[in-house]
């Protein structure tokens, strides 16, 4: 099998070692990285007990520790187990599911469980299937909730009946949690102590992503009735002066900054700074939102684009007409409303994923393979699978933050043809690819450039690419990979053979080291690869003469230029003539693959003394049998078809296949 067969094959077995109900319950791109991942750091042959011990030890230490790795954490578990706490930052999204006094006291105190999930949240994590839900009991962890006196008047007002009455759900963190003792059972009884650090959550009819237990209890009168705002349009629009009398303000986080400090009534504190706008004016008015010391942590519980409702916030200044001055008092209540969105109109099969709070459809977790012909603009994380047609040279980026180097790769998955643009270092990388290879990409981001669909990957931004064509540890690995006759090549694919080497010769004249008798190698950037010239003579071809020191290279490729000799280094530049009885195939070799068909480095090559032992070096491998790694291709340069070795292996080093 080839690599996608692999995938397929490994991520149905794994399915039932993790006892997931059906293999969407494993991520097709978490599959096909691990798997990448794995062979990458293996060279020789993986067993495939090995290998799925080793995929299924990641999984089991994924699931496990899934909830304390969650951003927001939709039950009370983690917090009440005797294990491991998640951080003191780590938000919470519950439920008050009552309210009750403590006799005999003023102590009010809510009962709060994990508020729901959201619609389909088991079929958008398995690509449209309700697949297992490993925690499904996970919202009956309950607690008691001590309320904090800044909540009393809304507790016990009458402006706010009902408002604790209506499934509530709010945004909490910072919490701490006590064992009030006194249960009556040989249980804690498990109390939350008192914080400001919450928002109540606002919810609209429009929300799509409403769970259906709460959609008959929406805050539309409310938000009317204390903000005076009603949605309409995709946005928030006035319908009216709040009929409450207290101040407040209804604003879209637009910004939130970094932590700094400054000094609050002569003395030092740590401030943040929210930057809002109140959309609904005309005109819009931006809110400059200041929160000093432990009001910080209401910050967590806010994203870009969501909205915003303050109940009694304190206005320290008017700055004109479209723009205020806010801080976050000790008398501050605050809601949240995430953002709107509907579910992206895209084909069928990605109807299940939902745009996140910044409007961006999240791949993180899909289950299928996502194709080419798929992608659409605002979609963050993809994993695609693809073959390179055409690799750019350095189109370097500049802006006030200094020169970013830029490549462009142009990919086909036989759906569509799609460029990829890649950033910084993980661009230099992508930049020795070749046409033809088979390459995984891990961590896109797609937009939309003159209609066109374009994806954008950096090292920033985590992304990852895994060049399968060259991939050692897949070559060795004989129960991941089928052998196939080279009589039996398709036209553009990649494919396995095994065959013995029947010639090795120069593929031709390039810049190359003074000790090179024999063309077989040439100076290529230590960074890149990518061929080097002579910054004097940038078309002249052949050995340079000594001292070596003198001369100056460029390198088109990356754009480097007056590179000096320490930064250029030989690469083996030949081709490989091998035949396994059903053909004979002469290939052009990259580097690598040279070099382990012959057995000896470019440096060992260039330190043989004369033409002679040289030439006895490159016929020593005739005879010996290879398992290689062959890509045929057509060239859009060229317009011609050509066969290339990615990878070669002694077969005594391919792992023996399980019978």
Same mark, same amino acid.
Request: net charge negative.
């Given at each position: 099998?080839?690599? $996608? ?13 993790? &006892? ?85 006291? *003023? ?6 469980? *994990? ?92 929300? #799509? ?10 805050? $539309? ?13 995709? &946005? ?42 109140? $959309? ?28 915003? *409702? ?11 007409? !479209? $723009? ?35 409007? %961006? ?78 390459? %995984? ?49 398709? =036209? ?19 810049? =190359? ?33 000594? #001292? ?28 490989? !003539? ?41 016929? =020593? ?39």
């Amino acid at each position: 099998m080839d690599f $996608e067969g692999a995938v397929e094959a490994l991520r149905q077995e794994l399915a039932e070692y993790v &006892r997931a109900d059906a293999p969407d319950g494993i991520p097709w791109s978490w599959m096909a990285t691990a798997l990448s991942a794995a062979l990458s750091d293996h060279c020789s042959g993986l067993s495939r007990a090995v290998l799925l011990a080793e995929l299924e030890a990641q999984r089991h230490q994924i699931e496990s520790g899934q909830v304390l790795q969650e951003e927001t954490h939709r039950s009370l578990a983690p917090l009440l187990s005797r294990g491991a706490k998640p951080p003191q930052d780590t938000v919470f999204h519950l439920l008050i599911s009552g309210m009750s006094r403590i006799p005999g006291t *003023g102590i009010w105190l809510w009962q709060v469980t *994990g508020a729901p999930d959201p619609p389909e949240a088991g079929a958008a994590a398995t690509g449209g299937r309700e697949g297992p839900r490993p925690r499904q009991q996970r919202h009956e962890a309950q607690a008691d909730a001590f309320v904090h006196q800044r909540y009393y008047p809304m507790v016990e007002a009458a402006e706010f009946k009902g408002f604790f009455a209506q499934r509530r759900t709010l945004f909490a963190t910072d919490l701490r949690v006590v064992d009030r003792g006194g249960s009556g059972r040989d249980q804690p009884a498990h109390t939350l102590l008192p914080t400001t650090s919450l928002a109540f959550e606002l919810r609209l009819r429009a929300d #799509p992503g409403l769970p259906p237990v709460l959609r008959p209890h929406t805050d $539309e009168e409310l938000l009317k009735s204390l903000f005076g705002v009603h949605f309409a349009g995709g &946005r928030f629009r006035k319908c009216g002066e709040p009929l409450f009398n207290a101040d407040q303000l209804w604003c879209r986080v637009e910004e939130i900054c970094q932590e700094s400090e400054a000094l609050r009534h002569g003395r030092p504190a740590v401030c943040q700074l929210i930057r809002c706008v109140l $959309e609904h004016e005309e005109p819009a008015v931006v809110v400059n939102l200041m929160l000093w010391n432990e009001d910080i942590a209401v910050a967590r519980l806010w994203t870009p684009a969501c909205y915003v *409702g303050l109940l009694c916030p304190v206005v320290a200044a008017r700055v004109s007409e !479209t $723009e205020l001055k806010v801080e976050y008092g000790s008398q501050t209540i605050s809601f949240v409303t995430r953002p709107v969105r509907c579910l992206a109109e895209v084909c069928a099969s990605q109807a299940s994923v939902e745009r996140n709070e910044l409007g %961006l459809l999240d791949y993180r977790h899909f289950a299928r393979r996502v194709r080419l012909c798929e992608c659409r603009k605002d979609m963050v994380n993809l994993t695609v699978l693809a073959r390179v047609v055409a690799v750019s040279v350095n189109v370097p980026f500049a802006d006030d933050s200094g020169v970013t180097s830029r490549y462009a790769v142009r990919i086909d998955d036989g759906t569509a043809v799609c460029d990829v643009t890649i950033w910084g270092d993980l661009g230099r990388q992508a930049s020795g690819l070749l046409p033809g290879q088979l390459v %995984l990409w891990h961590n896109l981001d797609a937009a939309e450039e003159n209609g066109e669909v374009i994806l954008n990957g950096s090292s920033d931004e985590n992304s990852q690419l895994f060049n399968i064509s060259t991939m050692a540890g897949l070559l060795a690995s004989a129960t991941l990979r089928q052998y196939t006759f080279l009589a039996e090549l398709p =036209r553009a694919a990649n494919r396995y053979a095994k065959a013995c080497i029947v010639d090795i010769a120069s593929s031709g004249e390039h810049l =190359r080291d003074a000790r090179d008798h024999l063309a077989a190698t040439m100076l290529v950037h230590s960074a890149c690869g990518r061929q080097v010239t002579r910054s004097d003579a940038p078309s002249s071809r052949g050995r340079l003469e000594n #001292p070596v020191d003198c001369y100056r290279f460029d390198c088109l490729g990356c754009g480097a230029t007056a590179l000096k000799h320490s930064e250029a280094a030989a690469a083996f530049a030949v081709t490989i !003539t091998i035949d396994d009885g059903t053909e004979s195939v002469v290939a052009c070799t990259t580097p690598t693959a040279a070099a382990d068909s012959i057995g000896i480095t470019p440096e060992q090559f260039l330190m043989l003394p004369g033409a002679g032992e040289q030439q006895s070096s490159l016929a =020593r491998p005739l005879g010996r049998e290879v398992a290689v790694s062959i890509t045929t291709y057509s060239d859009p340069l060229l317009a011609e078809h050509g066969t290339r070795m990615d990878a070669a292996c002694a077969t005594s080093a391919v792992g023996m296949p399980t019978t």
